[in-house]
């Protein structure tokens, strides 16, 4: 069935890296633009990022630009977000999302000293 | 960037009301503009496409309208499984903001 994956977080300390994984299944992964999106504890919903359907074109939200790196592998159905310097303010569930098919459980990313 | 404002930011009716939910931009997004529901515990679940196009399998009661820059949700007959917090995004170009968000409780 139609299904968003994520994995990857964990507990980590400020200023380290993290890689998220999304494996998708049930569509054609190809065919869609794919987003980040994180919401932190008791908080809102935050657009992280976003990625074309080829994975040339990427945009992100002011607060993780120069930090995190969206990117894709069509090959593989995998969306991932490579995110370096890691703040406490990071932390969060992050979900991988696009319009239309039904959001994962998403990875708790917790920074913490 | 875009503002995004919501309101109001909580409510709280009786079960068979009426509810409305607005979403105010800063500037024109024509319709690209989706409603979402989360659950207390759960993950968001989209509602309501293109402003006003119901996403397959969501209640009849929600309907959304609006475009430009000022969007409403509707609920039309309030249910006890409708307690959740309602998000409008845009989507139209990045950043593709949320809205702070609407607290829906049952009286």
């Known amino acids: 069935q139609v299904q968003l994956v994520e994995s990857g977080g964990g507990v980590v300390q400020p200023g380290t890296s993290l890689r998220l994984s999304c494996a998708a299944s049930g569509f054609t992964f190809s065919t869609y633009g794919m987003h980040w999106v994180r919401q932190a504890p008791g908080k809102g919903l935050e657009w992280v990022a976003l990625t074309s359907l080829d994975g040339t074109n990427k945009d992100y939200a002011d607060a993780v630009k120069g930090r995190f790196t969206i990117s894709r592998d069509n090959s593989k159905n995998t969306l991932y977000l490579q995110m370096n310097s890691l703040r406490i303010e990071d932390t969060a569930v992050y979900y991988c999302a696009t319009l239309g098919v039904p959001w994962g459980q998403g990875t708790l990313v917790t920074v913490s000293s | 960037d875009i503002q995004m404002t919501q309101y109001p930011s909580s409510l709280s009716a009786s079960v068979g009301d009426r509810v409305t939910i607005t979403c105010r931009t800063s500037?024109?997004?024509?319709?690209?503009l989706a409603w979402y529901q989360q659950k207390p515990g759960k993950v968001p679940k989209l509602l309501i496409y293109?402003?006003?196009t119901l996403q397959s399998g969501v209640p009849s009661r929600f309907s959304g309208s609006g475009s430009g820059t000022d969007f409403t949700l509707t609920i039309r007959s309030l249910q006890p499984e409708d307690v959740a917090t309602y998000y409008c995004q845009k989507y139209n170009s990045a950043p593709q903001t949320f809205g702070p968000g609407t607290k829906v409780e049952i009286k």
């Open positions: 293109a402003a006003s």
């Open positions: 500037q024109d997004i024509s319709n690209y």
